[in-house]
């Protein structure tokens, strides 16, 4: 073994001992590594080498093969995900309709009203509307004490067919 | 190590980390007989030292790709002492379940077999009078051609405990050899 690292080993066996100290331990390793270089361990077999060789590039396949396993297992897996997602997506489209649900809104107020020019005739139908709704009122408090002999049942429809005609009314302005 | 050297090496470690298997063949062209070396040295069994290389080679195909820089031989030769230590505590093991079945059958012992001394030259036998650790830390020294620095470092200790029992070591083995 002629190869060294350039190492200064007085210089670092000076960190621990004085001058005279560390150029002795520096010898007693120079001369020990001597004694390793004058005798040389067994040179591998030259078919061992050429087995290893083999071995070895029987190994690269294998761990190349490995790595194109994992990654088609990889995109088979995200492929499927998006197959999922897809097909979840599909069939929430369909139970919707097709088409996005619409947010229908209306005014409380009869949109004649709100066309409507004649303020006066406007004022009276507003003051209709307000009474008819103080006298739902009134009839609902009148069910929730009872004060009409006790007939629940046939004042609430009556009092249902009402809310149904006002209802009517109020839309058709 | 120099530039050409190491750029060379550079090279070779490129083209393995890309698995290509030539640069495989060119890194065992370059450390195998050091490595067996220190395996021998280690072990004394020329068959348990070609199991070693052929193993640490194999290994390297995997763990090429966690060298990141620094000394290659310091990467190398701490990949080597991981596979020497397995192999260890893998003889150890089977050791015990000798002894178990030993035990258990009663029988005649069985011979755990020794390397043959007429086989083993003079060095062999004298280092295996010195401590296990200190075995291995004149040969990670002297086959990793690594410097004290990098020796302390892959043994996770100060660089003075390194340096002493390196020097303890190696003159107590010369003395053994005189």
């Not at chain 2, 495989?24 to 070396?37: K, W």
């Not at chain 2, 290659?72 to 150890?92: G, I, M, P, T």
Request: hydrophobic residues 40%; charged residues 30%.
């Amino acid at each position: 073994m002629n190869v060294r690292n350039e190492e200064n080993l007085k210089g670092l066996f000076e960190k621990f001992f004085n001058s005279e100290q560390a150029e002795r331990a520096a010898e007693d390793i120079r001369k020990g590594e001597r004694i390793l270089s004058e005798h040389p361990a067994p040179e591998p077999d030259g078919e061992l080498i050429a087995d290893m060789k083999v071995e070895i590039a029987e190994a690269v396949i294998r761990r190349k093969a490995d790595a194109f396993r994992r990654t088609a297992y990889k995109a088979v897996a995200v492929a499927a995900a998006f197959i999922i997602l897809a097909v979840i997506s599909v069939k929430l489209f369909e139970k919707s309709g097709g088409e996005p649900e619409r947010i229908v809104t209306a005014s409380i107020m009869p949109r004649a009203i709100w066309e409507s020019e004649d303020i006066a005739t406007d004022d009276a139908d507003l003051a209709i509307l307000t009474a008819e709704i103080e006298q739902i009122e009134g009839e609902a408090l009148a069910l929730r004490l009872d004060e009409n002999g006790g007939n629940g049942n046939s004042a609430v429809t009556e009092l249902e067919i009402e809310l149904a005609e006002i209802n009517n009314d109020f839309w058709k302005g | 190590m120099n530039t050409a050297k190491s750029d060379n090496l550079a090279r070779i470690i490129i083209g393995c980390k890309g698995g290509v298997p030539e640069c495989f063949s060119q890194l065992v062209d370059i450390y195998a007989s050091r490595c067996y070396g220190y395996f021998y040295r280690l072990t004394g069994d020329n068959d348990v030292s070609d199991d070693l290389l052929s193993e640490l080679f194999v290994k390297l195909v995997g763990k090429i790709g966690s060298y990141k820089g620094g000394s290659f031989e310091s990467w190398l030769f701490k990949v080597a002492s991981n596979v020497f230590h397995d192999y260890l505590r893998d003889k150890q093991r089977r050791k015990k379940l000798l002894e178990a079945e030993k035990r258990r059958l009663e029988s005649k012992t069985t011979e755990i077999k020794q390397p043959d001394s007429e086989m083993v030259d003079k060095l062999q036998m004298q280092l295996g009078k010195l401590d296990a650790d200190t075995r291995e830390l004149i040969m990670l020294r002297f086959y990793s051609q690594a410097s004290f620095k990098e020796i302390a470092k892959m043994r996770s200790e100060p660089i003075g405990t390194t340096l002493s029992k390196l020097h303890r070591g190696l003159k107590r083995l010369r003395e053994l050899m005189e």
